[in-house]
C-alpha cells in the first residue's frame, strides 16, 4: 500500500458506506484523490485506464464482465464508467453474493443516461468527493468545527494562521492532493493544466460531442467571471459570443452539461424556508467551480493578480467558503444551499441538516463588510416563521480574518482558516 497518505474527510463516510451496502460510488473531479482514498479501503483494485491492460480489460467487460470482479473484497475498480457494463455487472454480484463491502467504483464523469440498464438504487451507494478542504490540506487550525455549531451555540475561539496573500495562494493553488505537498511555483501550475485538458480532450469525450477548445475556454472563462452567482443562460451566451449570432443557448446548454458530468461545474441550489412574510424568493441556482483554482486558472488570475483586484478575489474566496463548508457538511449528512429574495435579503450559504436544524452563513473576505453581514443574518433569522421550521443553530460570517469570535449580537465570526467539520 502507498504511504503518506493525507486523510480525508470521506474517509469515514465511504466506511460507513460499505458496512450498509454491497457497493459504494465514489464521484468527483479528476485529480481531487478519488483513487488514492479507494486504495486505502481496498483489498485489491482494477485500474481501467491502465495502459498496459486497458483494451484487454475493454474486451473482457463487453464479453464476461464478472471475470474482471474478481479478487479479494472490497474491490476497487477504477474509472468503471469507461466501460459501463461493469455497472450492470456489480450490481448483479452483489445481489448473488448478498454481503456488503464488496466493492469500491470511483468515476470523475457521468456516463451516458442509456448506458446502464439499472440503477443500482439499495445496492451501489454513492459517494460525492471534492478537492481537498482547508482542514485536509493542514492549512486550517480546525478550532471551530461545524458539528459543533449545530449541537450547541459555544463562544467560538481560534486564530486562522492565513494572511490574505496565503488565502490568494490557496484559493490559485486549490485542494488537488498533488498540489499540496510540492513547492508553491509547481503547485500553482496543476489548475492552469486541468483547463487545458478540458478545453482540448475532456469536454469533447464526456458525450462524445466535438467541442471547439475555444469555445469551452471562452465558456470556463465566463463562469469564472460569473462565480458564486446566478447569471442567466443568456448571460453566458452573450459573454462567450463576443458578437458571433451564431452561438445559441441550447449550444452553450451543452457545454454547461458536458463541465457538469466532468463534475467540474457544481451548482448551489436555493433554499426555500417557511417565511412569515409572502416574500417571493429567488429559484435560481448560484454556479461555483469544483475547486476555486479552476475560476483563477481561467481567469489567468496569479495571487498577486488576486490582490490587486478585490472583486475577483472577493467572489473567489466565497467559492473556496463554498467548498469547504460542502465538504464539512456531507460529512454531517448535510447539505449546503443559498439564499436571496426579491428584495435581495441574501446568505451566500445555508447549511441544512436532515433532522431541520440549519445554520446560514455570510461569507465576507475582510473585517470592514462583518457588521452588515451581521445585519443581514439578522434580518433574515427574523424572516423566518418558526411555527413552521426551526430557528437557526448558528449565524456565522466566514472571514478571511484571523481572529473566531461570538459577537454581542450573537453572530459567530468565524475564518475559514479555523474551521473543520
Not at 484523490?33 to 481496498?42: D, F, I, M, P
Not at 485538458?197 to 460569473?226: C, Q, W, Y
Request: with cysteine; aromatic share 6%.
Amino acid at each position: 500500500m502507498k504511504t503518506n497518505y493525507l486523510k480525508r474527510t470521506v474517509d469515514v463516510e465511504l466506511d460507513s458506506k460499505l458496512e450498509a451496502f454491497g457497493a459504494v460510488l465514489i464521484e468527483g473531479p479528476k485529480w481531487c484523490g478519488k483513487t488514492r482514498t479507494a486504495e486505502e479501503h481496498s483489498k485489491s483494485a482494477l485500474y481501467m485506464q491502465d495502459p498496459d491492460s486497458a483494451a484487454s480489460h475493454a474486451l473482457t467487460a463487453d464479453t464476461k464482465p464478472s471475470l474482471l470482479l474478481r479478487g479479494d473484497t472490497p474491490r476497487l475498480i477504477d474509472e468503471w464508467q469507461t466501460c459501463p457494463s461493469l455497472w450492470d455487472a456489480v450490481r448483479f454480484a452483489v445481489d448473488r453474493r448478498d454481503q456488503t463491502g464488496q466493492f469500491i467504483l470511483t468515476g470523475s464523469a457521468v456516463p451516458a443516461d442509456n448506458a446502464v440498464k439499472h440503477t443500482g438504487t439499495g445496492r451501489i451507494a454513492r459517494l460525492r468527493m471534492r478537492p481537498m478542504s482547508l482542514f485536509e490540506s493542514g492549512d486550517s487550525t480546525g478550532e471551530v468545527s461545524l458539528s459543533s455549531l449545530f449541537s450547541r451555540a459555544p463562544d467560538v475561539e481560534g486564530a486562522s494562521n492565513l494572511s490574505i496573500e496565503r488565502l490568494a495562494f490557496l484559493i490559485a493553488r486549490g485542494g488537488w492532493p498533488a498540489s499540496v505537498r510540492q513547492p508553491e511555483g509547481a503547485a500553482l501550475r496543476h489548475a492552469a493544466e486541468y483547463v487545458n485538458a478540458l478545453a482540448e480532450t475532456d469536454a469533447s469525450r464526456v458525450d462524445g460531442i466535438e467541442k471547439n477548445p475555444a469555445r469551452v475556454r471562452a465558456m470556463l472563462k465566463s463562469l469564472a467571471r460569473h462565480t458564486a452567482t446566478t447569471a442567466a443562460m443568456t448571460t453566458l451566451r452573450d459573454d462567450i459570443a463576443n458578437g458571433d449570432i451564431s452561438l445559441s443557448e441550447k449550444s452553450v446548454a451543452l457545454y454547461l452539461n458536458a463541465l457538469r458530468r466532468l463534475f467540474v461545474v457544481e451548482e448551489l441550489p436555493a433554499w426555500n424556508p417557511a417565511l412569515r412574510s409572502k416574500t417571493a424568493m429567488r429559484s435560481s441556482p448560484k454556479r461555483h467551480f469544483a475547486d476555486p483554482s479552476l475560476a483563477a486558472a481561467a481567469l489567468h488570475a496569479s495571487p498577486p493578480a488576486l490582490l490587486d483586484d478585490f472583486n475577483t478575489f472577493g467572489l473567489l474566496f466565497e467559492s473556496l467558503c463554498v467548498r469547504d463548508l460542502r465538504v464539512y457538511a456531507q460529512a454531517l449528512d448535510g447539505e449546503v444551499f443559498h439564499y436571496r429574495d426579491k428584495s435581495d435579503l441574501e446568505a451566500d450559504a445555508v447549511v441544512c441538516l436532515k433532522d431541520g436544524r440549519w445554520g446560514a452563513v455570510e461569507v465576507k473576505l475582510g473585517a470592514k463588510a462583518i457588521d452588515e453581514a451581521a445585519a443581514s443574518l439578522l434580518k433574515l433569522r427574523d424572516c423566518i416563521d418558526t411555527a413552521k421550521m426551526r430557528r437557526p443553530s448558528f449565524l456565522m460570517v466566514l472571514t478571511g480574518s484571523q481572529h473566531a469570535l461570538r459577537r454581542k449580537d450573537g453572530v459567530l465570526v468565524v475564518p475559514v482558516g479555523c474551521l473543520k467539520s
